[in-house]
T-cell receptor, first 118, second 112 residues
Framework: AQTVTQSQPEMSVQEAETVTLSCTYD???????LFWYKQPPSRQMILVIR??????QNATENRFSVNFQKAAKSFSLKISDSQLGDAAMYFC???????????????FGKGTHLIIQP | SAVISQKPSRDICQRGTSLTIQCQVD?????MFWYRQQPGQSLTLIAT?????????ESGFVIDKFPISRPNLTFSTLTVSNMSPEDSSIYLC?????????FGPGTRLTVT
């Protein structure tokens, strides 16, 4: 079974600074997807960024970028120019490729609570 | 994108009773997923629901406790049966659509 580990229960960063959230995972599959989700107090899960394992290029979405190290099974999220609205729980998640014509559910890490200091 | 709604958004229930949570998607999807998020915890997959077939449950979750219906490609229900305080959680519906995974706003359940 796949596992996802987020070793930082909480991180704090000054507004406008850069912060990196860590995530490692364990899998025997060669192709899969990795995600970072943001969950603000409203509890709505918001997709931040997605990475396909077969792509060597790291995904980027505006101020959010990842450092995907497939051999090390590491998938960290970098948030640049942190803003107060970035404060939330961040979850790293894994999903295998389609199996039997359908899609697997996600396996989540325990989450990192990100605090933005004004 | 896919827009998901859930009903109810929250409820307070007495132990021993059952609650059915509804999930509606604005697009036709093959698979729908139900997750549980216990207080202060991460999300855990309960089951996967395919239209026209029995749901597939993850380890630790059983059909008698969490029966699921999937009558068509845009709707599903999850029932939490014979509730106990340990069932107090947020229950989220999710779909896989156009290579992305979308989540509903969740149902916050409190069992007293």
């Amino acid at each position: 079974a796949q596992t996802v580990t987020q070793s930082q229960p909480e991180m704090s960063v000054q507004e406008a600074e850069t912060v990196t959230l860590s995530c490692t995972y364990d899998t025997s599959e060669s192709d899969y997807y990795l995600f970072w989700y943001k969950q603000p107090p409203s509890r709505q899960m918001i997709l931040v960024i997605r990475q396909e394992a077969y792509k060597q290029q790291n995904a980027t979405e505006n101020r959010f970028s990842v450092n995907f190290q497939k051999a090390a099974k590491s998938f960290s999220l970098k948030i640049s120019d942190s803003q107060l609205g970035d404060a939330a729980m961040y979850f790293c998640a894994y999903r295998g490729l389609y199996s039997g014509g359908g899609a697997d559910g996600l396996t989540f890490g325990k989450g990192t609570h990100l605090i933005i200091q004004p | 994108s896919a827009v998901i709604s859930q009903k109810p958004s929250r409820d307070i229930c007495q132990r021993g009773t059952s609650l059915t949570i509804q999930c509606q998607v604005d697009s036709q999807v093959t698979m729908m997923f139900w997750y549980r998020q216990q207080p202060g915890q991460s999300l855990t997959l309960i089951a996967t629901a395919n239209q026209g077939s029995e749901a597939t449950y993850e380890s630790g979750f059983v059909i008698d406790k969490f029966p699921i219906s999937r009558p068509n490609l845009t709707f599903s229900t999850l029932t939490v049966s014979n509730m106990s305080p340990e069932d107090s959680s947020i229950y989220l519906c999710s779909v896989h659509y156009s290579y992305e995974q979308y989540f509903g706003p969740g149902t916050r359940l409190t069992v007293t």
